[in-house]
């Protein structure tokens, strides 16, 4: 694998449910990103994390709960999800300052 | 805040031939990075070109070209030669920290290439 992975690619929950995204890059980079990429609305950055420190949360709502455990892997924990929540969740990487480099992102579709 | 802004949700061209994308930006900054990205219908976004505003020289990459104008804080994307390829949808993007983590988007322009 390169680059930037996430899995699943796509990911239907109820709105009860628990899930998890995950991402793995394999750059090098030391920092990771999550955005959010809704219909029609700018992509949204969610998190940052730097040397696996959390250096931004966007005023992200608790349901969403971001995790990195090293370098190399970001996951997104979510639960008790809302409809307007659906979207495509995009993982980034970069070696800071130097541009980020994006995964093919996560389909969420929360019923 | 900071801003960008996209004003042309859609553009088209003909294959072979050039297309413009405007962008403009707000910022207090001197020295900053400026990004175009391209995500084409498989949803992968991938960078296209960058500016490093303290440059003078436009930046260059094969067929794409920028036209940096730092007083008017604009940061167009020029495509020459248009292949169906580059049909995607066209984010420009500033960073609003110095580490370039904080990635502002615009709300992009949708590029269709017609044969």
């Known amino acids: 694998e390169t680059g930037v992975t996430q899995t699943p690619r796509h990911l239907v929950m109820g709105m009860t449910n628990k899930k998890s995204l995950k991402c793995e890059q394999h750059?090098?980079?030391?920092?990771m990103y999550w955005y959010k990429q809704s219909a029609k609305k700018p992509l949204e950055l969610m998190f940052v994390?730097?040397?696996?420190?959390?250096?931004e949360n966007n005023s992200v709502p608790s349901r969403f709960s971001p995790e990195c455990p090293n370098s190399s892997h970001l996951f997104l924990h979510l639960h008790t999800l809302q409809p307007e929540d659906s979207a495509l969740y995009l993982c980034?990487?970069?070696?800071?300052?130097?541009?980020?480099?994006f995964g093919p992102g996560t389909r969420l579709t929360v019923t | 805040a900071q801003t960008v802004t996209q004003s042309q949700p859609e553009m088209s061209v003909q294959e072979a031939e050039t297309v413009t994308l405007s962008c403009t930006y707000d910022?207090?900054?001197?020295?900053?990075?400026l990004f175009w990205y391209k995500q084409p219908p498989s949803r992968q976004m991938i960078l296209v070109i960058r500016?490093?505003?303290?440059?003078?020289q436009n930046a260059t990459e094969n067929r794409f070209s920028v036209n940096f104008q730092k007083a008017a804080k604009s940061f167009s994307l020029k495509i020459s030669d248009s292949q169906l390829g580059d049909a995607a949808m066209y984010f420009c993007?500033?960073?609003?920290?110095?580490?370039?983590?904080?990635?502002?988007f615009g709300t992009g322009t949708r590029l269709t290439i017609i044969p």
């Open positions: 994390y730097n040397f696996k420190e959390q250096t």
């Open positions: 993007a500033y960073p609003s920290n110095f580490g370039n983590e904080k990635l502002t």
């Open positions: 980034a990487s970069s070696q800071v300052p130097d541009e980020q480099y």
């Open positions: 500016q490093e505003a303290y440059k003078q």
């Open positions: 750059l090098g980079h030391n920092a």
């Open positions: 910022t207090s900054e001197s020295d900053y990075y």
